[in-house]
């Protein structure tokens, strides 16, 4: 297993977000996590990239525990996190952008090369290496923040939401870049609003709900499981 | 690094401006000008310091007293007690305050927005209660004058100030100097970064707590430093003065109202806000006690509302805009020295 959750509690202050929640990924699996508003996956990905402390579980990745590790920590291990919502740094431009995921001692000698690759991937980038990301449609930046989070050189890419705000060519711009990232071996752990869009891209799928997973399998059957609209209506 | 070309406005203006700031007290021999450009200087080189950690790395530091006042007393001290030349004494009053900025940002860092603002103002009025409690050894709130001896260039005491002048100007330029290589290095950018958005810097690897406390050692570092000059300038030092959170207001409202995280944005609101202050003080002052603050909030309102990227994020096209119709603006173009993203950056800030 590449990555392992067990048991998995955490909360803000009161507001009991995750509890109990287990998972696992082998290497080069692409993985989906989906499940209504509030059901507890942002927060799952924010435990496993450090951003958030769980109060309880374990999270493993390559067998090494990653509980409790500092964000930094974690990344320079391989595990790069594109947050929901984009979060590029507004005011440097796209290549200072994307060299900030560059300078971990993993990723730092193959850093032009990997700038290189990211910016084929998304060619529209190319042509704004010099402007300032904040000036970006709103695609571009989660564009970009893929690309960011690329120049970790990371075993394992975790996406928030990537096509949330986006329009649908976008959409469609991102998910073929995630799909190329995904077939050069990079695992993918992925969470999204958009049932099917999540489905049809991964092999395997964990469906949330209140902070549990309630169903597990494989994304085409989730597809066609009644189960799975059900909890997302949260009937 | 091109070759220096003195005929491209680059070059010359930025020389010709440099000039201006060394010929100006001479040329003008009047002692309150004179003062005010001293005071510009040394509240110049706070607001450089402040600027690395409040502007490049976003920490609204609140209490920049600290290491002001840690400069000012460390090197009052040595001057008094051990005879140490201030010359020597202001370095072992950077280090100090260095020393000082690690129990600060260990304590601080793990805080956020105004929370952070707030830890900030409580470690200078740390200082400055310790500072009245500790009489015997600060003097307390009596404070001390610093000996005075008819010029004594080591200790920064001149005949007419005016080496103080050149001393506080050789440090905003060196400190800016320091300033443009860190931003332009992986520390500039992971301060931005982590500035801008602390979360998704630490998901791409950026170690926050220790990029913010490397902000904070140059900072300090630079910031103890306006201390010691400031007690050179007024001779005299009591915990108020220099620990007090009017120093802390000044480093910031320097920076903001010349420009947040740009180079020269402190050293131009130092530039603009001393000489209003010290004419509204002369000019008010003593008639109508406190007016003089009345028409610095004013000012600082204005900016704030009307531009809230500072005073450079006017100036800066307009430099540009200057350089580009000056004889000679043919070679800059050739070697394309207008950084476009700097003009940008600074207007959308």
């Known amino acids: ?235 | 690094m091109t070759r220096l070309d003195l005929r491209a406005p680059s070059v010359y203006v930025p020389m010709l401006l440099l000039v201006l700031a060394l010929v100006a007290p001479v040329a003008v021999p009047n002692a309150f000008f004179r003062s005010v450009l001293i005071e510009a200087a040394i509240f110049a080189l706070l607001g450089v310091g402040w600027n690395i950690l409040g502007g490049y790395a976003g920490q609204l530091s609140l209490g920049h007293a600290a290491y002001f006042g840690m400069g000012a007393y460390t090197s009052t001290l040595l001057l008094v007690y051990g005879g140490v030349a201030t010359i020597y004494g202001m370095w072992v009053g950077a280090v100090m305050a260095m020393l000082l900025s690690i129990p600060i940002g260990l304590a601080s860092f793990r805080l956020r927005g105004p929370y952070f603002a707030i830890a900030s103002i409580a470690t200078a009025e740390t200082l400055r209660l310790l500072a009245l409690k500790f009489r015997e050894f600060t003097f307390g709130a009596l404070g001390t004058t610093i000996p005075l001896t008819p010029n004594a260039p080591l200790n920064f005491l001149f005949a007419d100030k005016l080496g103080l002048y050149y001393t506080a100007v050789t440090l905003v330029l060196v400190a800016v100097a320091a300033t443009a290589w860190i931003e332009r290095n992986k520390l500039g950018f992971y301060l931005v970064a982590v500035g801008q958005d602390e979360d998704a810097a630490e998901a791409v690897g950026v170690r926050s707590p220790w990029v913010k406390q490397q902000a904070n050692f140059v900072s300090a570092f630079v910031s103890a430093l306006a201390g010691t000059l400031y007690v050179q300038y007024t001779y005299f030092i009591q915990p108020d003065t220099v620990f007090g959170l009017a120093i802390s207001t000044e480093a910031v409202l320097v920076a903001i109202v010349g420009g947040v995280g740009t180079l020269w944005g402190p050293v131009i609101g130092a530039l603009l806000l001393q000489p209003i202050a010290a004419v509204a003080q002369a000019q008010l002052g003593s008639t109508y006690a406190g007016a003089q603050l009345i028409v610095y909030s004013v000012i600082l309102l204005v900016v704030i509302l009307a531009r809230p990227s500072g005073v450079v994020g006017v100036l800066s096209p307009v430099y540009w805009r200057a350089l580009s119709i000056l004889p000679g603006a043919a070679i800059d173009r050739r070697r394309r020295v207008a950084p476009a993203s700097e003009v940008s950056r600074a207007s959308a800030a």
Do not use: W
């Open chain 1, 1 to 235: 297993m590449l990555l392992e959750v067990e048991d998995l509690h955490a909360s803000y202050g009161a507001v009991r977000a995750v509890q109990g929640v287990s998972l696992a990924l082998s290497p080069g699996e692409a993985v989906s996590i989906v499940g209504a508003n509030g059901a507890g996956k942002s927060t799952t990905l924010k435990c496993i990239s450090g951003l958030l402390r769980p109060e309880s579980g374990r999270i493993r990745f390559e067998g090494q525990e990653l509980n409790g590790r500092a964000p930094y920590r974690i990344a320079a291990l391989g595990i790069a996190h594109v947050p929901e919502g984009r979060r590029v740094f507004p005011e440097l431009t796209v290549r200072e952008n994307l060299n900030l995921g560059g300078y971990l001692p993993r990723a730092k000698r193959e850093r032009p090369a990997t700038m290189e690759r990211v910016l084929e991937l998304f060619p529209i980038l190319r042509e704004r290496t010099g402007q300032q990301a904040g000036t970006l449609s709103g695609g571009e930046q989660q564009m970009l923040a893929i690309g960011r989070g690329l120049m970790l050189l990371p075993k394992l890419l975790i996406l928030d939401e990537p096509s949330l705000g986006l329009a649908p060519i976008m959409v469609e711009a991102t998910y073929k870049g995630i799909a190329e990232i995904h077939r050069t071996g990079v695992t993918i752990l992925l969470v999204e609003q958009n049932l099917h869009l999540a489905l049809e891209f991964a092999d395997r799928g964990y469906v949330l709900e209140s902070g549990r997973v309630v169903l597990e399998g494989p994304a085409a059957d989730l597809l066609e499981d009644p189960r799975v609209k059900a909890s997302y209506l949260g009937m």
